[in-house]
């Protein structure tokens, strides 16, 4: 294929701002591209769009109604009401699990993934799991990881 030819076939694919109709043609010199039909045997191309790219807020949680926000900001909110998961972007969370770390807001399962299954559990009166740190054998130091409605809602390091 000519260099010329390829240029052709490169701007009509990219340039997405006129959905123009691409039409193909086999002449005795070759094939030939055009946005008017040229001839008898032309080709109707389809081009699909090739847009890549996306929303920076695809994966935040959704914001609430204005109205929701005016019935919020006249009642007293209180810290018992407020949900201990959080959003915690994919990124970040990647950082804390191969960091092995554990932070507020996190789920269950992202607890087992960065620290695995703990030595200790406790239900009541609050769900908390012990994990034990050891150095050179001997219990370096304790973890406290408490959970409030499935997730996170402290984390405390304790010596033993």
């Known amino acids: 294929m000519s260099p010329s030819r ?3 076939i490169a701007s009509i694919a990219l340039s997405s701002a006129t959905q123009a109709q691409v039409y193909r043609c086999d002449t005795e010199t070759g094939t ?14 389809t081009i699909r769009d090739n847009h890549i790219g996306g929303n920076f807020g695809d994966n935040l949680p959704p914001e609430p109604n204005t109205a929701e926000e005016t019935e919020e900001k006249q009642q007293p909110s209180s810290k018992q009401n407020e949900s201990t998961c959080r959003f915690i972007n994919s990124t970040d969370l990647r950082t804390y699990l191969t960091r092995n770390q554990v932070v507020k807001g996190m ?50 390091y304790r010596k033993p």
Not at 32 to 45: H, K, M, R, V, Y
Not at 109 to 120: K, S
């Open 6 to 8: 390829f240029l052709l």
């Open 32 to 45: 030939s591209f055009s946005d008017q039909p040229c001839g008898d045997n032309a080709e109707t191309i």
């Open 107 to 156: 789920t269950k399962d992202h607890v087992l993934r960065a620290f695995g299954r703990p030595p200790e559990t406790y239900p009541t009166p609050q769900e908390t799991w012990v994990y034990h740190t050891r150095y050179y054998g001997a219990l370096y130091e304790l973890t406290y990881v408490y959970f409030k409605d499935g997730c996170v809602e402290r984390v405390d």
